[in-house]
């Protein structure tokens, strides 16, 4: 090697020191994953994930989650904020002063009926937490426990953030506004993952999930006897027209390598099989992960929409919705937090378990707080190889395998630790000998 080559390599190191020699901080993470795994606190987080399994409740409407959510850090003697968004939880463990990090955890379920046959099955009819956001709630909890029973080794402030409404609701949105990310310096949040095995994680640095944003349109025309279509105007085949138009937005005007889609999920219209009916209503939703290919695809689907509309003598009149489905931007990673969690994850799980992804064109509105602040989105794999296998979510048959509470618990709980400890502002450079770990 070269004196140049030698030069860079202690200035590339000097430079990656402050990130990758986080002295006597590598125990944390498998510490803190065996205190985790401790009868009393496996127990305890599945006992409280199963309780809100029973009672699911819908974006905004999370009372009772909320409740159980304060009850449990009043018994922790865990400082909150509340309610921030209707029923949203915000709780403080450390100094209560800088550094903050975040860590979040969304609390609905959907409108879906359990089809699970099982002892803790949810008690409502027609909603289930079938994305697992009961168990994001019980390892968020258990990571409080830990970091409250490690208070002294906490170095600064963890903000504990408990958020409604992340299916569509824009929860995360509100709980910015209502002042969630106040004096906070980074943020952390997971989703358990079906396919993925036990004890293994998954991520990506920049673009994981991509910005998705929906919408409505009316198309009207005249309605009237099928068997005398010169006496209507045909919004059927309007709209069919329409649907079909919009299928070339991503196929002939996006550019290839831009991953985008555009889908019709909806389309409502007519009742009788002799009657041309007044107007139709078509719905769906679009994805992208660049903002401008998004605004574009935005931009695009109105102009469709009514002027393909025209083209047969219709009208249309279009929404996006944004008050009741905000548009969620992509959920973009921190490169830095990145390297970041690959060491924290990689000291808990040994550094093979730590996976990279492929992007995903389903989206997350974890994205609102990335727009803010550094923040990092990670997937939790629950899969143990010697059970069946577990179904994707949002599916009726969705389950969650409890062994992975105490994972995701002690990695919220080290991610936290160590950024505080690391995030220092009167770190001092380290010295020679303190490379060691490299
Ligand atoms: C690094 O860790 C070792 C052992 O835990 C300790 O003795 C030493 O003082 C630490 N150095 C610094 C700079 O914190
Ligand atoms: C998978 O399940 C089996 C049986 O329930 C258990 O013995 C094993 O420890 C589990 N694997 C992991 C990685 O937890």
Redo the contacts with the bound molecule.
Sequence with gaps: MSLFNWVSLVLVLYLLSPILSLNGSSDIPPRFLNYAKKKELFDWMVGVRRKIHENPELGYEEFETSKLIRAELDKMGVKYKHPLSVTGVVGFIGSGKPPFVALRADMDALAIQEMVEWEYKSKVSGKMHACGHDSHVAMLLGAAKILQDHREELKGTVVLIFQPAEEGGGGAKKMIDEGALENVNAIFGLHVANKL???EVASRPGPLLAGSGFFEAVISGKGGHAAIPQHSIDPILAASNVIVSLQHLVSREADPLDSQVVTVAKFQGGGAFNVIPDSVTIGGTFRAFLKESFMQLRQRIEEVVTGQAAVQRCKAVISFLENEKPFFPPTINDKYLHDYFRIVAGDMLGIDKVKDMQPLMGSEDFAFYQEMIPGYFFFLGMQ????KQLQSPHSPYFEINE?VLPYGAALHASLATRYLLQSQPEVTLPAENDHDEL
């Design positions: 095995p036990l004890g143990n190889g010697t059970h062994d």
